[in-house]
Structure formats: structure tokens, C-alpha cells
């Protein structure tokens, strides 16, 4: 009985203990830091709200592009590897919250001892079960676990930020593609073109009415053409290689959608406030969960400068004779006297990473707010060569038709059709480029600004 009332003060006092060291904490709580956030961005866009509010597929009107997206956000590798790493942070957050309950375990042993003093044989035989439980001073196992937890959200986040990265190379590399088949499909007329030219040539030089130099520039011409052919032809290859990878395939041809000329077109584009991309973008959002978590392990070195306490139990019984039990509780506290200030400086050192990570959060929204500035004037710019460029085109055609006509009637010499007829040519190739190149830099804002993404309530909620 006394024993019984022993076991059970002991009881008490030790939870009594572990009540009052769990109510103390070390460390500091993290805290968003104070940026440096401008007002509103530089360039002249609607403010109100944001293009990155939107799913990425209502920018998109080509079908066979958003089953191209649809198929890499699954199948490309890159994605797959970031889905298995939110997986394994999962998992360790599993293994963080076991630490917040007993340890359960078991033994058994068996013997049989002979000497020469007692006839026969002396068996031993039992087994038992062995309980411990580490009470969590200074709050050291919470922290740990919030430490799992910041980085499953920061798994999250990259997670986000792949798939973002993805969906605008995708469409990028596809739009390329568009561009590259609407220049094959201009170097062929040319080159179709130049030849009916040559032919002509060709003729009145067998008739003797132009000389072998027109003749020779007539065929450098079609062999221009025909160059242009070849190299675009490349290109066309390669980039359907390219996205096959992000496909997650093999290199293959590529289904073609919508013309170039029928792709995506916004004509006004809002990006709402510069603050919001510290919580939109997730690139940012990850390096401030990453800067969490590494705050909080803070809180854990130094709560190892401190002592510990670990409750234990164990009971058992011997299998030969079964009436004999036994049990055994205990505590144990374990802490630091001399380490010759080396729990210290593990503690500076993790101070140390969390400057290191404050500030590679700092240069993430730098280069967002860069970025989103790069977008937005290349937006501006690229729209307006387009229509440059495309006016450039009409009058090098219109020159090179008048051209032609005042050759034939004897009016120019042949170098300034072949002159016109190369800019006209240039026109038709840059004039594609530069619509490509407005589309792409829609894209490329469209991923600056957070590519849809935006904080979810119920994280932001759990990592207050």
C-alpha cells in the first residue's frame, strides 16, 4: 500500500513538473518583416485588380495549347518530383507529432544455468513492457513540430511555383512553335515567289534582253529563301523537342492548335499593388516559410542549452513463475553543465541562417518587383512594335509591287526589286517575331504577378 501511495505522489509531482516547464518557452515567435513595398508599380497598368486572379486557362483560347498545359502539370518530371516531396513533408510531420505521445516497446529475455552444486537445470523466462515519455520542457517538441510544418508548406508553395514555371514555358515554347510555322509557312511563298521571279529571268536572259548578273541575283534570291526554309525547319524540330520534355515524353511532333495570329490578346492588363505579390507569388511565399521554420529552430537550440525530462515505466512478469511481477517508474532529468559553449554557438549558428534566409526572402520580392516591371514594359513596348512592324510590312509590300511593275517596263534595274523584295521579306519575318514576342511578354507577366496562385485562408490561418 505504501508503495502503491509512493508511486502515486511521485505521479503528481512529476506531472505537476511538466505542467509548469511546459508553460515555458524558449525562442522567438516569427514574425513578418517589414518590406520595403512601393505603392503602386511604375509602369501605366489598371491597378484594380490582377490578371493573376484569373486561372491560367481562361488567358488561353487555343484548345490544343491548354491540353498540351493539362498533360505536362501531370506527366512532366520536375512535377512529379515536387509532388513526392510534399509527400515526404508530409511524412514528417507525422514523425514530428509521434514525439507527443508515450513509447511503448517490449522485451523478453530467457536463460538456463547449470553447475555443479544443484542437480538439473535453473530456467529463466519473462518479459515485460517498457513506457517512456519525454515531457516537453520549454515547449521544444510544439516547435519542432510547427518547424514540420512550415516546411510542408514551403513544399507547397514550390509545388506552386513549378507548376506556374511549367504552364508558362509550355505556352511560351508552343507560341514559339506558332511563330516558327507562320515564318515556314512566309519563306515558302517567298521562296515560291523568288522562283517565278527566277523563271521569268531566266527566259529574257535565254532571250538576251538582261544580263547574267540579273540572272545571278535572281538565283541568290531563291537560295535566301530556301536557306530561311532550312533553318526554321530546325528550329521547328528542336522546339517540339523541347516541349516533349516538359511533356514528359519522349521527343515527338506536336499537335498544332489556333494560327499565331489567333492567340491571346488582352488589351488591358491589370496587375493590381506591388504588396500583393508577397502573398501571391509563391516563390516569395516559400522563402517566407522557409524563413518561418528557420526562425522557429531558433527556439530549439536553445531550448537544448536546458534541461530534460523523461518519464518512464516499466513492468513485467517471469513466464516460469508467473505469480512474481515487477514494476518500475522512474524519471529522468538530463541537462548540460560544461560543453565548453558549444550549445551556444549552435544557437548563433542558427541565428546566422535565419539572417541568411531573411534575406534571400528580401532579394525573392526584390527580383518579383523586378520582374513584373521587366513584363509590364515589355508588354507595352512589344505591342507597340507589333504595330510598327506591321505597318512596316504593308508599305515594304506595296514598294516591292511598284518595284516589280517599274522594272517591267523598263524603268528601274533589277537591284532595286531585289532590294525590295528582301525588305519586304525581313518585314513579313520580323512582323512575326515582334506578335510572338507580344504574346510571350502577356505570358511572362502573367507568371510574374503569381501565375493564379494566391494564399489559401486555412494555411495562412494554421501558420499564425
Same mark, same amino acid.
Given at each position: 500500500?505504501?508503495?502503491?501511495?509512493? *508511486? !502515486?505522489?511521485?505521479? %503528481?509531482?512529476?506531472?505537476?513538473?511538466?505542467?509548469?516547464?511546459?508553460?515555458?518557452?524558449?525562442?522567438?515567435?516569427?514574425?513578418?518583416?517589414?518590406?520595403?513595398?512601393?505603392?503602386?508599380?511604375?509602369?501605366?497598368?489598371?491597378?484594380?485588380?490582377?490578371?493573376?486572379?484569373?486561372?491560367?486557362?481562361?488567358?488561353?483560347?487555343?484548345? %490544343?495549347?491548354?491540353?498540351?498545359?493539362?498533360?505536362?502539370?501531370?506527366? &512532366?518530371?520536375?512535377?512529379?518530383?515536387?509532388?513526392?516531396?510534399?509527400?515526404?513533408?508530409?511524412?514528417? %510531420?507525422?514523425?514530428?507529432? /509521434?514525439?507527443?505521445?508515450?513509447? $511503448?516497446?517490449?522485451?523478453? *529475455? !530467457?536463460?538456463?544455468?547449470?553447475?555443479?552444486?544443484?542437480? !538439473?537445470?535453473?530456467?529463466?523466462?519473462?518479459?515485460?513492457?517498457?513506457?517512456?515519455?519525454?515531457?516537453?520542457?520549454? +515547449?521544444?517538441?510544439?516547435?519542432?513540430?510547427?518547424?514540420?510544418? +512550415?516546411?510542408?508548406?514551403?513544399?507547397?508553395?514550390?509545388?506552386?511555383?513549378?507548376?506556374?514555371?511549367?504552364?508558362? /514555358?509550355?505556352?511560351? =515554347?508552343?507560341?514559339?512553335?506558332?511563330?516558327?510555322?507562320?515564318?515556314? %509557312?512566309?519563306?515558302?511563298?517567298?521562296?515560291?515567289?523568288?522562283?517565278?521571279?527566277?523563271?521569268?529571268?531566266?527566259?529574257?536572259?535565254?532571250?538576251?534582253?538582261?544580263?547574267?548578273?540579273?540572272?545571278?541575283?535572281?538565283?541568290?534570291?531563291?537560295?535566301?529563301?530556301?536557306?530561311?526554309?532550312?533553318?526554321? &525547319?530546325?528550329?521547328?524540330?528542336?522546339?517540339?523537342?523541347?516541349?516533349?520534355?516538359?511533356?514528359?515524353? @519522349?521527343?515527338?511532333?506536336?499537335?498544332?492548335?489556333?494560327?499565331?495570329? #489567333?492567340? $491571346?490578346?488582352?488589351?488591358?492588363?491589370?496587375?493590381?499593388?506591388?504588396?500583393?505579390?508577397?502573398?501571391?507569388?509563391?516563390?516569395?511565399?516559400? @522563402?517566407?516559410?522557409?524563413?518561418?521554420?528557420?526562425?522557429?529552430?531558433?527556439?530549439?537550440?536553445?531550448?537544448?542549452?536546458?534541461?530534460?525530462?523523461?518519464?518512464?515505466?516499466?513492468?513485467?512478469?517471469?513466464?516460469?513463475?508467473?505469480?512474481?511481477?515487477? =514494476?518500475?517508474?522512474?524519471?529522468?532529468?538530463?541537462?548540460?553543465?560544461?560543453?565548453?559553449?558549444?550549445?551556444?554557438?549552435?544557437?548563433?549558428?542558427?541565428?546566422?541562417?535565419?539572417?541568411?534566409?531573411?534575406? #534571400?526572402?528580401?532579394?525573392?520580392?526584390?527580383?518579383?518587383?523586378?520582374?513584373?516591371?521587366? /513584363?509590364?514594359? @515589355?508588354? +507595352?513596348?512589344?505591342?507597340?512594335?507589333?504595330?510598327?512592324?506591321?505597318?512596316?510590312?504593308?508599305?515594304?509590300?506595296? /514598294?516591292?509591287?511598284? @518595284?516589280?511593275?517599274?522594272? #517591267?517596263?523598263?524603268?528601274?534595274?533589277?537591284?532595286?526589286?531585289?532590294?525590295?523584295?528582301?525588305?519586304?521579306?525581313?518585314?513579313?519575318?520580323?512582323?512575326?517575331?515582334?506578335?510572338?514576342?507580344?504574346?510571350?511578354?502577356?505570358?511572362?507577366?502573367?507568371?510574374?504577378?503569381?501565375?493564379?496562385?494566391?494564399?489559401?485562408?486555412?494555411?495562412?490561418?494554421?501558420?499564425?
Amino acid at each position: 500500500m505504501k508503495t502503491k501511495l509512493k *508511486y !502515486g505522489l511521485l505521479l %503528481i509531482l512529476l506531472g505537476f513538473l511538466s505542467l509548469q516547464l511546459e508553460s515555458c518557452k524558449v525562442g522567438e515567435d516569427y514574425e513578418r518583416q517589414k518590406m520595403n513595398v512601393p505603392e503602386v508599380f511604375s509602369q501605366d497598368f489598371p491597378k484594380d485588380s490582377s490578371i493573376s486572379n484569373l486561372p491560367w486557362w481562361k488567358l488561353f483560347n487555343d484548345s %490544343i495549347l491548354v491540353d498540351l498545359i493539362d498533360t505536362a502539370l501531370v506527366n &512532366n518530371k520536375s512535377i512529379q518530383v515536387a509532388i513526392s516531396r510534399i509527400q515526404e513533408s508530409q511524412l514528417q %510531420i507525422d514523425i514530428a507529432k /509521434a514525439d507527443y505521445y508515450p513509447f $511503448i516497446g517490449y522485451n523478453g *529475455y !530467457g536463460s538456463s544455468l547449470a553447475n555443479s552444486e544443484v542437480s !538439473g537445470l535453473s530456467n529463466q523466462a519473462g518479459g515485460g513492457v517498457n513506457v517512456s515519455y519525454t515531457v516537453d520542457l520549454w +515547449q521544444k517538441i510544439k516547435t519542432m513540430n510547427k518547424i514540420a510544418l +512550415q516546411n510542408y508548406f514551403a513544399t507547397e508553395e514550390a509545388y506552386k511555383s513549378l507548376n506556374v514555371s511549367i504552364v508558362s /514555358a509550355v505556352a511560351s =515554347a508552343y507560341v514559339s512553335l506558332r511563330d516558327i510555322d507562320n515564318r515556314m %509557312i512566309i519563306s515558302e511563298k517567298t521562296a515560291n515567289n523568288f522562283q517565278e521571279n527566277l523563271d521569268v529571268m531566266q527566259a529574257r536572259f535565254n532571250a538576251g534582253f538582261i544580263s547574267e548578273v540579273d540572272l545571278s541575283q535572281a538565283k541568290i534570291q531563291v537560295s535566301e529563301a530556301k536557306t530561311a526554309l532550312e533553318i526554321f &525547319n530546325r528550329s521547328r524540330v528542336q522546339i517540339e523537342n523541347a516541349i516533349s520534355v516538359l511533356l514528359g515524353t @519522349a521527343p515527338r511532333s506536336i499537335p498544332r492548335g489556333l494560327p499565331l495570329f #489567333d492567340q $491571346i490578346s488582352v488589351p488591358e492588363i491589370p496587375v493590381g499593388l506591388p504588396s500583393a505579390l508577397l502573398d501571391r507569388r509563391p516563390d516569395i511565399v516559400q @522563402a517566407e516559410r522557409r524563413l518561418h521554420a528557420q526562425t522557429l529552430r531558433i527556439g530549439v537550440a536553445e531550448a537544448l542549452k536546458y534541461p530534460s525530462l523523461t518519464l518512464s515505466l516499466d513492468m513485467g512478469a517471469q513466464l516460469v513463475n508467473p505469480s512474481f511481477l515487477f =514494476a518500475d517508474l522512474g524519471a529522468q532529468l538530463l541537462g548540460p553543465i560544461f560543453n565548453a559553449g558549444k550549445l551556444q554557438r549552435n544557437v548563433e549558428v542558427e541565428e546566422a541562417r535565419t539572417r541568411q534566409l531573411l534575406l #534571400d526572402y528580401e532579394r525573392s520580392y526584390l527580383f518579383a518587383l523586378q520582374e513584373v516591371e521587366d /513584363a509590364m514594359i @515589355a508588354v +507595352q513596348t512589344y505591342r507597340r512594335e507589333y504595330n510598327l512592324r506591321n505597318e512596316q510590312m504593308l508599305m515594304s509590300t506595296k /514598294a516591292s509591287q511598284l @518595284a516589280w511593275v517599274r522594272y #517591267d517596263g523598263g524603268l528601274t534595274s533589277y537591284l532595286e526589286v531585289l532590294n525590295l523584295q528582301t525588305s519586304q521579306f525581313n518585314a513579313e519575318l520580323r512582323a512575326s517575331e515582334a506578335f510572338k514576342n507580344q504574346i510571350t511578354s502577356i505570358i511572362s507577366l502573367y507568371q510574374a504577378l503569381g501565375g493564379g496562385w494566391s494564399e489559401d485562408p486555412e494555411n495562412n490561418k494554421e501558420s499564425n
